[in-house]
């Protein structure tokens, strides 16, 4: 209770601020944004609460979740991935509304992949809408850095007309929303997230590499966490919106210089898109003509 009021008295300061001049972007300490979600003792608050660590080991996974819902928004966080051996092992920053509606629940993901040691982490995300699980909307991609040697940045925009997902603000996705999508494209209030947890099964070349807990405890940093969007009270149906517009940091659509970058990337680091592949989809889902 106290916490969401004083989420409450951040968020009206932000909507009284928010007239005039760009401002700087204001980055959240663990405690003024978010909770515990599972793993206790294994979800460390660091650097004055600034940064936040989650970790797997034997015992258990981790992670922690935003005090509140969003309906639209900005969504970041630098992160610092796991380093050595890391096959299974998935950490995933994403938003998802999945507690609240079982059968038709919406979700917007990063998913980092595990390695094994020596080659790539391998980066995933996707976009379901209103319980479209069956309609995965994978796409993968190799970075051109090493993310556990340092932190780097990984955000989320949603709007009403287009979802951007970024790495180091370079936008590596956009999803434009097109009538034919219809329930598919995210509508609903959702919360962010930061997990780490056993993959074995999947995530690592389709499963053929596991966990291998001799490498214990996988341990993922986050930090610059940045929640700027529509919080939604999901009972009273209220919401107390923050402009992200009036961000200077806050990339807002793409602009033509964005657009070459995005391209490049995509040339460059895309390893798979469910737009491409014919074995799940003989006709490509609607939006993949915009591709
Ligand atoms: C978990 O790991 C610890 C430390 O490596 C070890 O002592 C313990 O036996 C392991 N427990 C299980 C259930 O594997
Ligand atoms: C979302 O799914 C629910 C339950 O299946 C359905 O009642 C609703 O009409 C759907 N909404 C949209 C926008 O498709
Ligand atoms: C949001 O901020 C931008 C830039 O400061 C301003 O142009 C716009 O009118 C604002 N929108 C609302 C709804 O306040």
């Known amino acids: 209770m106290a916490n969401s009021y004083l989420g409450f008295l951040l968020v009206w300061a932000h909507v009284l601020l ?11 300490t663990f405690d003024e944004g978010f909770d515990h979600l599972y793993g206790d ?9 600034k940064s936040v660590s989650i970790s797997l080991d034997n015992r ?3 992670g922690f979740i935003s005090q509140d819902q969003y309906l639209h928004g900005y969504f970041s966080a630098s992160i610092k991935l796991p380093s050595d051996y890391t096959a299974g092992v998935v950490v995933a920053f994403y938003m998802s509304n999945q507690e609240l509606y079982n059968t038709h629940h919406d979700e917007l993901d990063f998913e980092f992949l595990g390695n094994i040691r020596g080659q790539n982490w391998v980066v995933q995300t996707n976009v379901y809408g209103n319980g479209s699980t069956s309609r995965g909307r994978e796409e993968r991609y190799d970075l051109w850095f090493d993310p556990t040697e340092d932190f780097h940045k990984y955000s989320i925009l949603w709007t009403k007309k287009e979802i951007i997902f970024y790495v180091d603000n370079v936008p590596i996705r956009v999803v434009h ?19 780490i947890w056993d993959g074995s099964n ?7 590499y596991k966990v291998n807990y001799n490498y214990a405890p996988f341990i993922a940093k986050f930090s610059d966490l940045v929640l700027h969007g529509c919080a939604v009270d999901p009972i009273e149906k209220s919401s107390i919106c923050d402009n992200v517009t009036s961000y200077e940091a806050i990339p807002i659509g793409i602009t033509p210089k964005d657009v070459i970058k995005m391209g490049n990337f995509r040339k460059k680091c895309m390893t798979y898109s469910y737009c491409e592949d014919r074995v799940r989809f003989a006709t490509p889902l609607p939006e993949c003509a915009m591709h």
Do not use: C, F
Request: aromatic share 6%.
């Open 60 to 62: 258990t996974s981790s």
């Open 41 to 49: 003792d294994h979800v460390l608050i660091l650097d004055d609460g």
């Open 177 to 195: 929303r097109i009538e034919a999508m219809g329930g598919d494209y995210p509508s609903k209030p959702m919360s962010l997230y930061a997990t």
């Open 18 to 28: 928010a007239s005039g001049s760009p401002k700087n972007l204001q980055t959240l």
């Open 202 to 208: 999947w995530a690592t070349m389709g499963g053929k």
